[in-house]
């Protein structure tokens, strides 16, 4: 079983539709848990860190469920711009306090018009 | 401020020969860790450098090494290429506050390596 586990899509969605992702995590001592954006051809951006709380940067909302060790990505009104792969990623702390980065495969959205 | 800068950008080896990837830390950040990328996958964690050591490597082999130097920037090195090994090798780097987590991780864009 993959310590990270996405669907990879694609999702094509029309321009203003509601979009969700969810990702699943096998270890649960993981730590801190995130959202990657990734063009194509290029390097992984931080879209957003994830909560248990929950929490929203304008169109984007994250939640965070560890007792079933569940992430989720919901983009409202989505836009062309926002077509791109999104990476489910769980960090976790290693030997002396540094940290790696587990990251899915990746889920690819495509929004047309 | 400089982010994470890599190079060289794109290259193209054969079969059985060496590569040497090259990786400079965003300014203040002391921990430079390195990430295969594999076309269609998500990227995979081959190993972190602290303070000049490696701290915890993935799951790949020994083929694959590196090393840190004083100014904290950082070399990948990879023996004997396989066709496999074609992939985004992607540096990113971070400052290490003990027992904390939620570091932010910077990527840099990457060298895109193509093994024929």
């Known amino acids: 079983r993959k310590e990270v586990e996405q669907d990879p899509g694609p999702f094509n969605v029309p321009e203003g539709a509601t979009v969700a992702f969810n990702c699943t995590y096998s270890?649960?001592?993981?730590?801190?848990f995130f959202w990657y954006r990734q063009d194509c051809r290029k390097e992984p951006k931080l879209l957003m860190s994830?909560?248990?709380s929950g929490n929203e940067d304008g169109r984007f909302t994250a939640q965070l469920n560890r007792a079933s060790q569940y992430i989720s990505l919901l983009i409202r009104d989505s836009k062309l711009s926002d077509s791109a792969t999104y990476l489910c990623?769980?960090?976790?702390?290693?030997?002396?306090?540094?940290?790696?980065?587990?990251f899915g495969t990746g889920t690819q959205l495509k929004v047309e018009l | 401020d400089a982010g994470v800068t890599q190079s060289p950008t794109h290259l193209i080896k054969t079969r059985g020969q060496q590569v040497t990837l090259r990786c400079s830390p965003k300014?203040?950040?002391?921990?430079v860790s390195w990430y295969q990328q594999a076309l269609g996958q998500g990227p995979q964690f081959i190993f972190q450098y602290y303070e000049e050591e490696e701290r915890q490597r993935g799951n790949f082999p020994d083929r694959f090494s590196g090393h840190q130097f004083p100014n904290y920037s950082s070399e990948l090195n990879v023996n004997a290429l396989l066709l496999g090994d074609s992939a985004l090798y992607l540096c990113?780097?971070?400052?290490?506050?003990?027992?904390?987590?939620?570091?932010?991780?910077?990527f840099g864009e990457g060298s895109w390596l193509t093994v024929v």
């Open positions: 990623v769980v960090n976790s702390l290693i030997t002396g306090g540094g940290n790696k980065l587990t």
């Open positions: 990113a780097s971070s400052l290490i506050v003990a027992g904390n987590s939620g570091n932010t991780i910077y």
């Open positions: 270890n649960s001592a993981s730590q801190s």
């Open positions: 300014s203040g950040h002391d921990t």
């Open positions: 994830v909560y248990s």
